[in-house]
Every structure is written in structure tokens, then in C-alpha cells.
């Protein structure tokens, strides 16, 4: 089975003028990885001169490693889209990464998404609106009734219409849960109010999102719309609506792959700087890509997916700002070297492939990316 399973996308050459040559001598530091299922393959390499060696495994779901300096590491892994069905793709995921990065990782083995018990959260609105509480939300019109199933936590809920936004904050979920007061935006909503952008640098019509965002990975989304710079006013909450816990978030993108998503609050002025297309090279087997131009602190994503024998591949690489720095490397491609690798395993077409770079400065995040094939 291993055989097959061995496919990895990872950075080729130095760029010029950087004197790294792939061989560690700095201190001693522990890497620890934690997947949620028993990998497959797990791989480490401390320096890209170095050989494949495997790491100590803590327990069935945890390894460490030593590294002296710029590493590689490696899982391959089964993952199911549902717990209750089998194996559905095969994932090969790599990180280059630096001792100075942060030393925990953690990776997706099993299910995509691991059964969770949820709690139905149950309502009614008194006009048309978007309602949105955790994960689950939906439109609605006048007197209906919704029912959103959460897990337990503490969550804000949020209502919306193109004009105005209601907010229930703190509401407790360990059970089933029913809002006794009906939604109202007619006395309790707030109007939205306007923000005006007209971003440095920019590259046409522009898409605009907000959101509301607890956690990375729990926001609510709120209105988009469509502008054309330069100049151009969007709708935003005002700050008495969001919540403690939340920050609203105005994400700008354009159909040339490029954006930014940065927070925002009612009554300020902040300035936008779209950022210029990628420059990137891609080969003609969409399995490696060159770069140019690209800024400091820029982070990168690569990810490939196709098919390994009668099975999904994804294969997703994630290269860190200071491992760019400290050996200058400026290409991904296809690498087999790591025991139990072989040739089976290489992803068989349609190849599509995603190549990302995004850093973060202050309280926003600025992407660029990239597909393979382009889409119009």
C-alpha cells in the first residue's frame, strides 16, 4: 500500500546568491506533530542536503523531532469526508519551516469532519433577513421559523437585510435552545453605515465581503458587493453592533487573484492597498511552479489534486517566510525521495493545482494566488 501513497510536493533549488547548503550546525530543537488519526508515513529531514529519517513516535497520533535548522517534514495519511464512510482520498501534506517557527504542528488524518454532537438553536424572524449563528444560518422570510444546529459553546448571533443588522450576543448552547423573542430589525436593528474605499494600487472592479469573526475559524459573513475603483462606498455595521468576542473584517478581492482582508471599525478611516498578480511560472505538469517578486514575510501554500489509482490524491505543501529567507528557494516540484515512496503514487490527471502567498501585517492579511488551469 505504501507504495503507492508517496507523492510530495516539495521545494526544489536555492536561488542564487544565498550561501545555504542544505547541511544543519545550529542547537538542538524538539518538533512535535499531532495528527488526529494514526498516519500512514510520517518523514523528517533536518536540512534539505540531509536523508529522510523517521521521527520518535510519542504515541499512535503524536511524533517528535530534533532539527538544527531549516527543515522538511512529511505525513501521508487516509482521510474520509464523513466519519461514517471509507476512505476517500489519500493526502500528502509537507511543511519547510525553520527552529524559529512555531514547533507544533498538527495535520488532518480521519475524518474531514470528525463527528461533533450539535444542538438545535431555534427562532423566529418577523421580516425577510439573513440570520447566521456559529457554522449554520441561512435567509429567511417574514414569520418563519429557523432551526441551526451548533455545538455547545457561546456564540453571537447575527441578522441581516440589505439596509440594517441585529445582534443577540452570549447565547449559552448546551442543549437545545429556543430564542423565546422573536427577531426584529425594526426595533432592534441597527442601519448600516458607510465606508468609503478607494484602495492605493488598484486593478479594477473589486469584490467586497464582510464578516464577523470570533475564532479563525467561526465568522459570519455579512453583505457583499460589487464596486468599480476608483472610488466606491460599502456597507458596514457599526461598532455598537459587533460583538466582544468579534471583530468585523472587509475582505477586497479582484478576479486577477489578488486581495486583502483587514479589520475594520465604524468611524475610521482606514487605507486599502490592493496588491500587483503574482509572477509565476508553472510547469507543464502543474505539479511545480517558480516564483519572482515575491515580499518578505510572504508564507506559501501549493496544493495539488488529481488521482492516485482508483483513489483522490490532495497534496499540499506550506513553506514558511524564514525558510524562504535562510535558503533562498524560489521553486516547488516533485520529490520522491522519502522512504516508501514510489512511482505509483504520482497524481494522474486532471491535475489542478492552488498556489497561495499571504502575509500577515498588523490586522491584515494580504494574499496573492494563483490556479492551474487558469479559470476566465
Known sequence: MMKRLGVLLLLGACGAGNDYDGINHGPATTVHLTTAAAPALVAIKDGTAATWQT?????????????HGPYLMTVVCAVDETPSTPSTTWRTQ???RTPEDDTSLTTLCGPRQPAVTRHHVRGRVLQDMSVQIGDRGGD?????SFSFDVPAGTYDLYALSATAILARHDIEVNDDAEIAEALDLASEGAAFVDLPVNPA???????????FASTPTTYTQGLFSRIDVPG??????PASVVGARDKQRLSLSTGLGVGLTQQIVAGDHPEFRVPDPLSLQWAT??????WDGLDDGDEIGLASYGNI??????????????FREETGTARAQL???FPGAGTEGQLAGPIYSYFSAARVEHDTTVYRQKMYPQLD
Open 55 to 67: 521521527p520518535t513516535q510519542v504515541s499512535p497520533t503524536a511524533y517528535d523531532a530534533v532539527v
Open 94 to 96: 509537507q511543511w519547510w
Open 140 to 144: 429567511l422570510k417574514a414569520g418563519e
Open 201 to 211: 494600487n488598484n486593478h479594477g472592479t473589486l469584490f467586497v465581503q464582510t464578516s
Open 232 to 237: 466606491g462606498v460599502v456597507k458596514i455595521a
Open 285 to 290: 505538469d502543474a505539479l511545480s511552479a517558480t
Open 309 to 322: 489509482g482508483d483513489a483522490a490524491g490532495e497534496h499540499s505543501l506550506a513553506i514558511s517566510a524564514r
Open 335 to 337: 520529490d520522491l525521495t
